[in-house]
């Protein structure tokens, strides 16, 4: 009799712990997933109207980190009137999506002579200062901090998103 109780004790461990297991298990597998963030074409459209409306650009997204470091999409839409100043980002690398028009891009500064045209490994081209370029639909410019910029010679309309990377 003393082995019937040790068996029953024993498989009511045993089931006892695999409904736990089963119970963590299946948890965890309908825990979400983090969520990700869209926008329609509409509403990116819109937020490019709004910018053309007030100060020529809007957050279309912005959040920050754990570090507490901003991370942000601007809608940027220009005039041909709106060339703006040469200027820079100090604590952000900005990376610009061209969506349409175009402008010339402007590097103030010297320019470094016998350095030529330079591309990076995947194929890009490396802008030094003193050097302009004709922007345009699809093109992607990475500014880094510190790097003054401008446009000029708008073509519109000019429409474009900063990524704002820490």
């Not at 963590?24 to 963030?37: D, M, R």
């Not at 601007?74 to 999506?97: F, I, L, Q």
């Amino acid at each position: 009799m003393l082995s019937m109780r040790t068996v029953m004790m024993t498989a009511v461990v045993v089931v006892a712990f695999c409904m736990g297991w089963l119970a963590k298990t299946s948890a965890q597998q309908k825990a979400p997933g983090p969520l990700i963030t869209y926008f329609s074409h509409e509403k990116v459209d819109a937020s490019f109207a709004q910018a053309l409306a007030s100060t020529g650009t809007r957050d279309l997204f912005a959040r920050k980190d754990r570090q507490g470091r901003t991370w942000a999409i601007h809608s940027n839409s220009r005039g041909k009137a709106d060339e703006g100043k040469p200027h820079s980002h100090e604590d952000w690398t900005g990376v610009v999506v061209i969506m349409s028009g175009g402008a010339t891009f402007i590097t103030p500064g010297t320019a470094s002579t016998g350095q030529g045209a330079r591309e990076t490994p995947e194929g890009g081209r490396l802008i030094g200062s003193g050097e302009s370029h004709r922007v345009g639909k699809g093109d992607v410019v990475i500014i880094p901090p510190g790097a003054p910029h401008m446009y000029k010679n708008i073509e519109e309309p000019f429409r474009y998103l900063v990524l704002q990377t820490p």
